[in-house]
């Protein structure tokens, strides 16, 4: 039974230019949420998609953005990449109402 | 501005010696967590408690949450080298939203 993954795992960006970010939840699962962490510091919630909707949403800009899929998938995206960005950003899932989340491994992002 | 405040910060014992790590806030909570992460790996969740007061063990570890549901806290017997790892608490608020304390550095030396 695969775990929460994320792809890719690493990446390096220019300051200005977008990215996305890809999770596939645990099997059974029906929400993601996305977290940033920056280092030396705990998770900060973005949002949390449930059946293809953002259902809640953390203090971030709007450049940040997501989508999830049919197939419960989902991704981030953030446009105009500033350096304060850089960050390991998580995904995690969870099943409809319950607060167990299962949490993938992250992408590293740097922007230079 | 963190809603959660984990003190200390860092902590670095030897092996067997006993410590604890505390989560508190001014907010109120349905539930905490507690999660360990390793270095290049997600968090990973300890335990869950839900009502004011509970305490719930985990081998050696003991976890806590205050009656009035804003702080909780997590107590290690007998470290191990193994138990090394960033120990996060986070609360959960407003359907399914979750916070988390910024996190406590735990080095166990054998």
């Known amino acids: 039974d695969a775990g929460v993954t994320q792809s890719p795992t690493h990446l390096i960006k220019t300051r200005g230019q977008q990215v996305t970010l890809r999770c596939s939840p645990k099997?059974?699962?029906?929400?993601v949420s996305w977290y940033q962490q920056a280092l030396g510091q705990g998770p900060q919630f973005i949002f949390q998609y449930y059946e293809e909707e953002e259902r809640q949403r953390g203090n971030f800009p709007d450049r940040f953005s997501g989508h999830q899929f049919p197939n419960y998938s989902s991704e981030l995206n953030v446009n105009a990449l500033l350096l304060g960005d850089s960050a390991l950003y998580l995904c995690a899932s969870s099943s409809g109402q319950g607060d167990e989340q299962y949490f993938g491994p992250g992408t590293r992002l740097t922007v230079t | 501005t963190q809603l959660l405040e984990q003190s200390p910060q860092f902590l670095s014992i030897q092996e067997g010696e006993n410590l604890t790590v505390y989560c508190n806030s001014s907010?109120?909570?349905?539930?905490l967590q507690w999660y360990r992460q390793e270095p290049g790996e997600g968090p990973v969740l300890l335990v869950t408690v839900v009502t004011g007061g509970e305490v719930k063990k985990l081998k050696r570890l003991t976890f806590q949450f205050g009656d009035a549901r804003k702080d909780s806290s997590l107590h290690i017997t007998a470290a191990q080298p193994g138990d090394t790892g960033l120990y996060l608490c986070?609360?959960?608020?407003?359907?399914?939203?979750?916070?988390f304390g910024s996190g406590t550095k735990l080095n166990v030396k054998p």
């Open positions: 986070a609360g959960v608020r407003n359907f399914n939203k979750f916070y």
């Open positions: 099997s059974g699962h029906d929400t």
């Open positions: 907010s109120v909570f349905s539930s």
